[in-house]
């Protein structure tokens, strides 16, 4: 038990490290290649700290437990909303650019209402099994591509949004061995800090759900929760936004239709309460755009938001 913990206190010290060398490595090849911290935010950092997702959906599709990959995923969203946005404006106001609350952030809600969609089967065809199939995967598959070339679309400075980035300009190598290391640090502290935290909660007798939804999603968004926290404090409101909103749409589009397209996954009605709380949290996340100044994640909504999150974990508890 006791090494179990050491395990996760360890891990979670290295995703720490590793998210300080990464903001500062996706910041510095943002002013080298003379584009948005927001770009660099939505495909470097998101794709990279959404690399644990990743290898625990596609292993767990392979080994045909596909309850985790959904919950997995879904989970995560949820705390990359709720969680890691809400630490991230209580450090400091999360300021976007006007694409971001018109465009990133209503994709990502557009990704939680498809999900919805395509996996209520048994509502739409009144059937009595539901699934995300194939086809299922592909479509999002298709959204994902969809997603690639919008950014590679809006790879320049945004206008209005002035550009923080920490430390002084480093070299392409420099860059390069922040950004590796950085995500090397995450993935293996991340993974130490899930199998350390899962064997407790095993030990616990805690349901495979639960265990889905809060100790793997969690602890998959370590990487972003470092990532964006650290963010924030350097004062980088762009890749701490762009962070999340790139990383769920990431996560929807590419993770979970790569998951689907493996092994299609079998999609209980319990779980459209989990896709609710998320399309609440996203919509949330547009309005919050528009109220007290306009573009900023306020603190108050921060607090807000991790107020919600602790009311469905307890929710999560509950319902086992």
């Not at 990704?111 to 999002?140: E, F, P």
């Not at 923080?164 to 590796?180: A, E, N, Q």
């Not at 650290?230 to 993770?255: L, Q």
Request: hydrophobic share 55%.
């Amino acid at each position: 038990m006791i090494l179990t913990i050491a395990m996760v206190v360890f891990g979670f010290t290295l995703v720490i490290m590793g998210s300080h060398l990464l903001v500062d490595g996706a910041s510095s090849l943002a002013k080298k290649l003379k584009v948005s911290d927001l770009v660099i935010g939505l495909t470097v950092v998101a794709f990279g700290t959404s690399l644990p997702e990743l290898f625990v959906n596609i292993t767990a599709s392979i080994k045909g437990n596909t309850s985790i990959a959904l919950c997995n995923i879904l989970g995560s969203n949820i705390s990359n909303i709720f969680l890691i946005l809400g630490v991230s404006a209580v450090i400091f106001p999360l300021a976007v650019s006007k694409g971001t609350a018109w465009k990133e952030i209503p994709l990502s809600l557009l990704a939680a209402i498809l999900v919805g969609i395509l996996a209520n089967d048994m509502l739409i065809d009144k059937t009595g099994l539901s699934t995300l199939g194939r086809i299922d995967g592909l479509v999002l598959l298709s959204f994902f591509l969809v997603f690639i070339y919008y950014s590679a679309s809006i790879a320049r400075p945004i206008e209005g949004i002035e550009q923080k980035v920490p430390g002084k300009g480093r070299g392409s190598t420099s860059i390069i061995v922040f950004i590796i290391t950085g995500l090397a640090l995450l993935l293996l502290g991340s993974k130490w800090t899930v199998d350390g935290a899962v064997s407790l909660a095993l030990a616990l007798g805690v349901s495979q759900s639960l265990i889905g939804l809060t100790v793997v999603a969690v602890g998959t968004s370590l990487p972003e929760l470092a990532t964006s926290a650290t963010a924030a404090y350097k004062r980088n409101p762009e890749i701490a936004v762009g962070n999340v909103v790139g990383s769920n749409i990431f996560n929807i589009f590419f993770i979970l239709g790569a998951s689907a397209t493996i092994r299609p996954i079998l999609f209980e009605s319990k779980y459209n309460v989990d896709i609710l709380v998320l399309i609440v949290g996203s919509l949330a996340l547009f309005l919050y755009m528009f109220t007290g100044k306009k573009r900023i994640l306020d603190k108050w909504e921060g607090w807000v938001f991790l107020a919600f999150y602790l009311s469905y974990v307890g929710f999560l508890v509950v319902r086992g």
